[in-house]
């Protein structure tokens, strides 16, 4: 081969690893599935001026609405006891690149089925996730009750994720609400 060649070939595999580069870092979300898809509209008048105004943004407020669906839950044994951790999103979360689509169905579609106040939404979400740690902690009641108040010592420490619709290395914001309740928003969004 000629030196020309190879140069040639060299400066193309620069340029197409430079685009592969450029796609994975891109922070275009590709199109969901139509099965996956839900729209939200909020209007405002004056939207200046409801933005300069914080809590009269609507649409800024939109964005942190929590979804009672958990978008990842994990459980874990340490010591012999079971615990559950689930990971709610915010809206702002939904619309970033950091989900898999699968997330999006019938029941996430459902909590947007009729319009609400944004206090409401929160109202809805604490009762739900609250109610949902109750049944879990029945159980997991229950269950230890029929090993032993101890827990059971022989059991291996582990974790077992049951539900995971975040995507790999995503730029997030994590917080707990309480232990086993967390939610999960874009970067900097509770700052």
């Known amino acids: 081969k000629s030196l020309m060649e190879i140069s040639y ?14 796609n994975q870092d891109s922070d275009a979300m590709g199109l969901f599935d139509e099965s996956h ?3 939200v509209s909020v209007s405002s008048k004056m939207y200046f001026e409801d933005s300069r105004q914080g809590l009269e943004d609507r649409c800024k407020s939109m964005l942190n609405v929590l979804f009672q669906v958990p978008i990842l839950s994990l ?3 340490v010591g012999g006891r079971c615990q559950t951790i689930n990971v709610y999103p915010t809206m702002q979360f939904l619309y970033s690149h950091h989900i898999r689509q699968e997330y999006i169905d019938d029941k996430v579609r459902s909590i947007f089925s ?4 944004f206090d409401e939404y929160f109202d809805i979400f604490i009762d739900t996730v609250k109610q949902r740690k109750q049944e879990i902690e029945q159980e997991q009641a229950i269950s230890e009750s029929a090993v032993g108040s ?3 010592p022989s059991m291996q420490d582990s974790i077992q994720v049951n539900i ?7 730029q997030y914001t994590i917080a707990a609400i309480e232990p086993g309740i967390y939610v999960i928003g874009m970067k900097d969004q509770f700052n």
Request: net charge positive.
């Open 9 to 22: 070939t060299k400066q193309h595999q620069k340029q197409k690893q430079k685009q592969q580069n450029k």
């Open 37 to 39: 898809r839900f729209g």
């Open 75 to 77: 459980d874990y044994s």
């Open 114 to 117: 009729e319009k609400r106040e």
């Open 150 to 152: 101890e827990g059971h």
């Open 164 to 170: 995971n619709h975040v995507r790999q290395n995503p």
